[in-house]
């Protein structure tokens, strides 16, 4: 019976790892919409990863004075839709995924390149719900140096 008790624990952690597992590469796929999108200017993978009324904002650093600026999804959505030469290339890394239910957060560092010319680099900061349509972005804000960045 001990044996069995200890079988039966075991696969519930395994399976509860799974789960996590499923939702935080579900999160990750959100996320990479937005920027798969973002570099092959398709607006429409960009946009299924925000939800209705998201929030995008960037923190500003002007010598040393901060000041948060809030764009509009649209916006971003109309710039990388038009057609333009450049391609625009956000490169994450995840570094922190945290979940409860239906909220997720979100820590990735990143770079950006125009093409393949370096521009700045930063952290994303990112809250997602997961609704009837899967995970989405609710909320992002991030913020812009050019340098400090990490390899």
Known sequence: ?????IFVLFLMCLSSNLFAQTEEDAIKQTINNLFNGMKSGDSAIARSAFADGCIMQTIINKS???SVRTEKVDDFLKLIGSPHKEKF???IVFNKILIDGPLAAVWTDYKF???EKFS???VN???LVKGEKGWQIVYLIDTRRKDNCKS
Do not use: L
């Not at 019976?1 to 008790?5: E, N, R």
């Open 1 to 5: 019976m001990k044996k069995y008790t």
């Open 64 to 66: 040393g004075k901060v």
């Open 89 to 91: 290339d956000e490169r």
């Open 113 to 115: 390149y125009v093409d």
């Open 120 to 122: 700045h680099c930063g």
């Open 125 to 127: 900061s990112f809250q």
